[in-house]
């Protein structure tokens, strides 16, 4: 794997930095709208502008990059998201704020086209798994190690300062590089109505996912500091969360290969499910609340790519990379919508209604599987891909799975000749 990575090595470094820098502003940004005073539904209004502009950003990057070329698309996507890290630090204000969270995830959506398409140029069919690997690595190990950062917060300027240095520093790995750049890929056509087609499961699974994790993301900083936990422990609890996501993946994958797809998610959606009501009962930090996150994020990191091969597993494979961007695209509409409904339900229901709101989607999701479980007949094993795990970030993500074939534009994304029941699964 070493010897894979080692090429792209600066564009890691990049992605590490970056996600160190902004991973936690998210967390930090909703605790201070919270101790400024800001209702929940303002708090969850600015979460929204995040991946509001995180969805118009995949969809409207791209073309910058292919104009200007990776390198000058990547320095200026960085320094305006460096910019807009500094500008909290001017005042606060909701609507001020909102309006930087928007601009930064068009910042996040650009820099991730620039480089997932710089790695999937870099990638040779037998070395993309370990490419894949070493970028999920990166993004994740940025992020968590990133929520420390909290700890800065006591003095208000200086978290967003550290910030700002982190995410323009990592400009320099790349603006030095000598790989290089190519032209941006572009996804091959393939609508919303014919991906629900293909695996209904497989598309309201993607959306309901991001549904839980924009909620998430957006408010559980501000639960857990309405339980009682100060920065430190914030800190841990998000750190938490995240790393779990990460150890759950590869078991939940690899049982998804050997059964029904169809029974892990589902699975999976209900555990999720039992894990929050649980969290809805937790008062204040300890054991339980720690184990709890890591078991949340284990199960519902693992939804996304669990989602993705289901849809997979029933598409001809030259549709797959078209579909793939598609599902992100899913992932950012419900990861938009997210904090908005959570932030209603802890409007009426306190703290606890963010667990309780997650709760109630995962349970909907959970009731909407065992319907096409029922309605519809599995993949046979044999045909089945194997799973890969896979970043929720921009569709150019989807032309890393080193399980898609090489680009060919179907003329549309339609299922595979595989025996179905009369309703597809």
Known sequence: ?????????????????????????????????????????????????????????ALRAGPVVQRVGHIRAFAAFVSLLSASTLAYALFQNVLFWASLRFIDGLCVAGVFICLESWLNERAETETRGSILAGYMIALYSGQALGQFLLNFGRTPSIPFLIASILISLAVIPVVLTRIAAPLPGQNAPCTMRQLYVSSPLGFIGAMTTGLMLGAFYGLAAVHVRRLGLDLSQTASFMSIVILGGVALQWPLGRLSDRFDRRRVIVTSFGATMAVCVALTMVDGMG?????????????????????????????????????????????????????TGAAAAMTLFGASGLFLFIAIVAGGTLAFGLWRQASSLPVPGDDQQSYQILPRTTPMAAMLDPHAPEYVAPDECEPTDRPQSPISG
Request: charged fraction near 5%; glycine fraction near 14%; aromatic fraction near 8%.
């Open 1 to 57: 794997m070493l010897s894979s990575i080692l090429p792209v090595r600066s564009l890691l470094a990049a992605i590490f930095m970056l996600m160190a820098g902004s991973g936690f502003l998210s967390t930090l940004i909703s605790l201070r709208l919270e101790r400024g005073g800001s209702g929940t539904l303002m708090i969850g209004a600015v979460a929204t502008a995040y991946f509001a502009g995180l969805t118009v950003g």
């Open 287 to 339: 054991l339980a609340l720690l184990t709890l996150g890591g078991l949340f994020g284990g199960l519902s990191f693992a939804l996304y790519p669990l989602c993705v091969a289901h849809t997979n597993d029933r598409l001809d494979p030259s549709a797959r990379v078209a579909a793939s961007g598609a599902l992100v695209l899913l992932y950012s509409i419900g990861a938009a919508l997210g904090p």
